[in-house]
């Protein structure tokens, strides 16, 4: 099964203050860090999803596969439309969706959502009552998410529609569901 991954990282932070991929965390770049996570849990192939400040992102994560979102400002449905497209260039059956400003997921998370994975699977990880990422796609609902995903809602749609074939993933022991939204988070989580 060949597995793909998505790091959505084009927004430009607005109420963080900078683009969440330049954001130093934990002795890394938050980009760094979730394509890291995807590459330790042996996804074949990472894009990461690139747009405001994309060109400091490219110069900073030279050895990262970047893929530009020209239409970021509307939001990251924009962005998981562009990632799709660019893995279904390659052999992949499903793809592993995270966003750049949770750096809580764990390779385990990713991996218990992957095992999951086939061309027809939809799964989500589970945080107790919560779902959120690491989300897997397969590649039989690609252009379905691609067709209904706007503003800053990506495939929330696309997954309420077809909630009777989503399978939630417990995650919560493995990994934290915490995202960045603003500066203070980092200092308290540091």
């Known amino acids: ?10 927004g430009a932070g607005r109420r963080y203050g900078m683009p969440k991929a330049l954001v130093p965390y934990r002795g890394s770049l938050l980009v760094h860090r979730a394509a890291g996570v995807l590459r330790a849990a042996g996804v074949t192939e990472t894009v990461v999803v690139v747009g405001a400040q994309a ?3 490219r110069a900073v994560a030279p050895e990262l596969t970047c893929v530009d979102n020209p239409d970021w400002a509307t939001g990251m449905a924009s962005s998981l439309r562009a990632g799709l497209a660019a893995v279904a260039a390659g052999p992949a059956d499903a793809a592993v969706v995270l966003l750049v400003d949770m750096p809580g997921v764990t390779p385990a998370a990713v991996r218990a959502i992957a095992a999951h994975a086939s061309p027809d699977a939809l799964v989500l990880g ?3 009552d919560r779902r959120a990422h690491p989300v897997l796609l397969g590649r039989e609902h690609w252009a379905g998410v691609a067709a209904t995903a706007t503003g800053d809602r990506g495939a929330r749609d696309y997954l309420r529609a077809h909630a009777d074939q989503v399978r939630v993933v417990p995650v919560g022991d493995v990994a934290d569901d915490t995202d960045l939204d603003v500066p203070e988070k980092v200092t308290d989580r540091a």
């Open 55 to 57: 060109g400091r992102v």
């Open 1 to 10: 099964m060949e597995i793909a991954g998505i790091v959505l990282a084009a």
């Open 126 to 128: 589970g945080y107790g």
